[in-house]
């Protein structure tokens, strides 16, 4: 295959339809067919990048390999491909209009009059083209956020109208749309949908693909009738039913032949027989076959919101399907835990996470959690911020440490056991004094941790500011809190961990971005391991 070839993914009628696991789940599909793929978002928020956004607002923020702040889909996308995303995966309108003030100021446009077109949509266009360019990919997939009719996303799909013309067959645009289902009349109505396409052809995109969100079936005369209003081959209109878990998408559109209709709309050969889904196939039958539960406790101050933890659930479900168990992710609200009533919050499960954040909020029940976790010997893993709360529980509770703190927390304290320490006040290359992004890591032979990944060194991606204070390293070794991994160029603590509990283990960095449906990761699939067994 020369040219890459560009799939457009874009949303009508409302948001949250789904448009990245429907992208992820079209870029697995024909990843099994041999193609190499990429997966790209574009948000037209005018935030530079989300690493300012309230998790209420916008969810997780997902940080990729080389340390950027990005929207959660790219978690998505790594979860469905396996495949790591990086900057150039990430693009806001905030960016590209920075980009483009900083071409202007400098003088590349000779003194031209700076407009939507054709320097915004060009730059759009730039970002789009580049990605396929520079690495040679088969495939380019774009995720556009947001709703057709959007004014905020009007440049992105200009940018897509023209690219479809300037590119021709090796371009085509999938539209998701919402079918709903009106109980009184007992009827699916697809005139949503019709007003969302008539949209896109008013801004000069025609679909070439239509995929419809339904909580029903949809039978052949709607498609029929999807398909002569939208201008769209009957065949080319996939149903995209609600499924019990998101990994059951890509195989639900593959029955309707999505792939093969792709292939042959770019011109390359549709043969459905070079399709290999075998590993994922059974992560499915794993997932159908378990009928025990695992039942954790996510403990966290953004639990309202479940897509603020989205990578750590799904991670955690990922682990438990890999051990023969169902998931029961039970959310609890760390404002809400106190001496009194941690005891009938936590009783009942077979472990715990402590959630990563920023922030005093929330953090005093943490603490409580933590203790009682572990004076009762109940599997924990603490991340990022969760294994920060770790040290500071053991501190005061352990160590006769009584004020022991972070200075995030209380810039006063004069038992800083979490500090901003003076080799990682040197990191200016990754985002000011914020470490973000992929460090290396050095396991301590035979700890619980050098056991689960068999393999030694490792690379986590982190997204903190604060870290463990050597200072006071040798007295947590002393008392039983063990060192299990530091990076070695800092000389930072990455992992400690309480040998002699059952699994008692913190990690500086977030595992949970790093972990995929073929390969669930090691610590998630340890620590569920000895929540089963607890």
């Known amino acids: 295959m020369s040219k890459t070839k560009y799939i457009f993914v874009t949303g009508g009628v409302t948001s949250s339809l789904g448009k990245g696991i429907i992208s992820a789940s079209i870029g697995k599909l024909l990843q099994s067919r041999g193609y190499s793929i990429t997966i790209q978002k574009f948000d037209p928020y005018i935030n530079v990048d989300p690493g300012t956004l309230n998790p209420y607002e916008h969810g997780e923020c997902y940080v990729t390999v080389d340390g950027h702040e990005t929207d959660l889909d790219l978690g998505h996308y790594e979860r469905f491909t396996d495949i790591e995303t990086h900057r150039a995966n990430s693009i806001t309108t905030g960016r590209i209009y920075q980009n ?44 556009i956020g947001g709703v057709a009719g959007d004014i905020e996303s009007l440049p992105f799909l200009e940018s897509v109208r023209q690219l479809k013309w300037e590119l021709g067959t090796d371009c085509i645009c999938v539209h998701l749309t919402y079918v709903p289902y009106l109980a009184a009349a007992k009827e699916l109505k697809t005139k949503p949908t019709q007003h969302s396409v008539k949209k896109l052809q008013e801004l000069g995109i025609q679909p070439d693909i239509l995929v419809l969100r339904t909580e029903h079936d949809i039978n052949e005369e709607i498609r029929r009738k999807v398909s002569q209003f939208c201008n769209v081959l009957p065949e080319a209109v996939i149903q995209s039913k609600d499924v019990s878990t998101i990994y059951e998408v890509p195989l639900k559109i593959q029955e309707q032949h999505i792939d093969s209709i792709i292939l042959k709309k770019v011109g390359l050969s549709p043969d459905d027989t070079k399709s290999d889904l075998t590993k994922w196939k059974s992560f499915l039958n794993m997932l159908r076959s378990s009928n025990e539960i695992v039942k954790i406790g996510l403990v966290g101050k953004y639990v309202e919101l479940q897509d603020a933890y989205k990578s750590i659930s799904e991670a955690l479900f990922q682990a438990a399907t890999y051990n023969n168990h169902k998931l029961k992710l039970v959310y609890i609200h760390s404002e809400n835990i106190d001496a009194i009533n941690v005891e009938e919050l936590l009783k009942d499960m077979d472990g715990i996470v402590i959630a990563p954040g920023f922030g005093q909020r929330g953090i005093e029940g943490k603490f409580v959690a933590l203790k009682y976790a572990r004076e009762h010997d109940m599997p924990t893993f603490g991340i990022c911020l969760g294994m920060q709360c770790m040290v500071i529980e053991f501190a005061r509770n352990v160590l006769g440490l009584h004020q022991a703190n972070s200075t995030e927390m209380d810039p006063k304290t ?76 800092l000389d930072l603590v990455e992992i400690v961990e309480v040998p002699t509990l059952k699994w008692y283990v913190g990690t500086q960095f977030h595992p949970e971005y790093s972990s995929t449906v073929e390969h669930p990761h090691p610590l998630f699939v340890s620590f569920v391991n000895a929540a089963i067994k607890k």
Do not use: W
């Open 100 to 143: 483009v003030i900083n071409n202007e100021r400098h003088g590349d446009y000779l003194g031209r009059t700076v407009q939507i077109i054709p320097h915004i949509t060009d730059e759009i266009k730039r970002n789009i083209l580049l990605l396929g360019q520079k690495n040679n990919l088969d495939f380019v997939i774009t995720e």
């Open 414 to 489: 004069k038992q800083n056991v979490i500090d901003l320490m003076e080799s990682q006040k040197a990191i200016t290359d990754k985002g000011g004094t914020m470490r973000l992004g992929a460090y290396r890591c050095d396991l301590v032979p035979n700890s619980l941790v050098s056991k689960a990944y068999k393999s030694s060194p490792i690379y986590e991606r982190h997204r903190h500011r604060y870290e463990f204070n050597n200072n006071y390293k040798a007295e947590y070794e002393v008392a039983g809190m063990k060192v299990a991994g530091i990076n070695p160029e």
